[in-house]
């Protein structure tokens, strides 16, 4: 497979994901959710203050953020956002400004509608 194919492929299935707030598209098995996040060590008191919704958006590979979190000053930058758990997790532990990038535009847009309502 070319790259371009890769990507696009990798895009649709995410966009899949963010239209029906499952990490499960098309019978594929991808670990997921509040089991995931908490596997990977997400803080239990952070993930209770979530919306069940953003929760079930989550595929991640890792809590980016152990003990202290990210250091330093100014803003974070997220990529690979997808709907936004770190991101939101950066903002809220350094309370700072967090811009999240990915790919997959419906992922991001939930994200966003989630944080407004927030």
Same mark, same amino acid.
Do not use: W
């Given at each position: 497979?070319?790259?371009?194919?890769?990507?696009?492929?990798?895009?649709?299935?995410?966009?899949?994901?963010?239209?029906?707030?499952?990490?499960?598209? %098309? &019978?594929?098995?991808? @670990?997921? $959710?509040?089991?995931?996040? /908490?596997?990977?060590?997400?803080?239990?008191?952070? =993930? +209770?203050?979530?919306?069940?919704?953003?929760?079930?958006?989550?595929?991640?590979?890792?809590?980016?953020?152990?003990?202290?979190?990210?250091?330093? %000053? &100014?803003?974070?930058? @997220?990529? $690979?956002?997808?709907?936004? /758990?770190?991101?939101?997790?950066?903002?809220?532990? =350094? +309370?700072?400004?967090?811009?999240?990038?990915?790919?997959?535009?419906?992922?991001?847009?939930?994200?966003?509608?989630?944080?407004?309502?927030?």
């Amino acid at each position: 497979m070319d790259e371009k194919r890769i990507k696009a492929g990798v895009r649709e299935i995410y966009e899949e994901v963010a239209a029906r707030g499952t990490t499960s598209p %098309r &019978g594929l098995r991808v @670990d997921s $959710g509040r089991t995931l996040a /908490l596997r990977l060590g997400y803080p239990e008191t952070f =993930l +209770d203050s979530l919306d069940e919704e953003l929760l079930s958006l989550f595929a991640g590979c890792g809590f980016p953020h152990p003990e202290k979190g990210p250091t330093g %000053r &100014g803003p974070v930058l @997220d990529l $690979g956002c997808g709907a936004g /758990l770190d991101a939101l997790f950066a903002a809220r532990a =350094l +309370d700072r400004n967090v811009v999240g990038v990915d790919l997959t535009l419906g992922l991001l847009r939930r994200g966003q509608a989630y944080l407004r309502g927030t």
